[in-house]
């Protein structure tokens, strides 16, 4: 009864390192997402995916990449970490029957 | 473009009262709907109940219950009999047809701290 998993769920990044956060459901959803939680923003859309082996860009996408190559996965990069990365990431799937959001427990990346 | 706004970055209300928290919303879409999210301090994200656009009666679930106003676009949120518990972020939260791929749209939330 897993749900929507992420890992990892602590990390601390130095500028300019890279990394890649892991989503993992398994509830067979067609539809994942990637969001950013920032104090006073509530949370955006960064990535999301349809199906697999497609993405597409969210309000915020710049300075993040995103792989969908297995139906159950959702791979979030940060290619280059910056200061203004840091944030909790949620990643989330939706159910198609009733359009319920299913989140991660959520992310909190910290980049120095 | 849609848009959710909730105008209330802050509540404090006493134990076993009840609580409006407000939502405003922006779209041009006829047909749409509308989230409430808990937010308690350990982080994740609690659904809490979903109002259609084309509901006729206001959604309700357990001590939750949703106050639709189509007409002046709001969705607030009325907690009754508030408990300690109650404390956490809440977020409203939109899904318009024209979005696609069933994306939410999220408001700024409202901490709500529930006084003994």
């Known amino acids: 009864n897993a749900g929507v998993t992420q890992t990892p769920k602590f990390r601390v990044l130095k500028t300019g390192q890279s990394m890649t956060l892991l989503c993992a459901q398994d509830?067979?959803?067609?539809?994942m997402y990637w969001y950013r939680q920032d104090p006073g923003m509530g949370l955006r859309l960064i990535h999301y995916s349809v199906g697999e082996g497609t993405t597409a860009k969210g309000e915020v996408p710049d300075g993040y990449n995103v792989s969908r190559l297995k139906k159950q996965n959702f791979l979030l990069g940060l290619e280059s970490a910056a200061p203004s990365q840091t944030s909790v990431y949620f990643c989330?799937?939706?159910?198609?029957?009733?359009?319920?959001?299913?989140f991660g427990e959520g992310s909190r990346l910290t980049v120095l | 473009a849609q848009k959710i706004t909730q105008t209330q970055p802050g509540m404090f209300v006493q134990e076993k009262e009840a609580v409006t928290l407000d939502c405003t919303y922006d779209t041009s879409d006829p047909s749409y709907g509308l989230f409430w999210y808990k937010q308690p301090s350990s982080g994740e994200m609690i659904f809490l109940i979903y109002?259609?656009?084309?509901?006729?009666q206001n959604a309700t679930e357990g001590r939750y219950s949703l106050n639709f106003q189509k007409a002046r676009k709001s969705a607030n949120l009325v907690i009754s009999a508030s408990q300690l518990g109650d404390s956490a972020m809440y977020f409203c939260?939109?899904?318009?047809?024209?979005?696609?791929?069933?994306?939410?749209?999220f408001g700024q939330g409202t901490r709500l701290t529930i006084n003994p």
């Open positions: 989330a799937s939706t159910d198609p029957n009733t359009g319920e959001l299913f």
């Open positions: 109002q259609g656009s084309y509901d006729q």
């Open positions: 939260a939109m899904r318009g047809a024209s979005q696609g791929a069933q994306k939410l749209v």
């Open positions: 509830m067979n959803h067609e539809y």
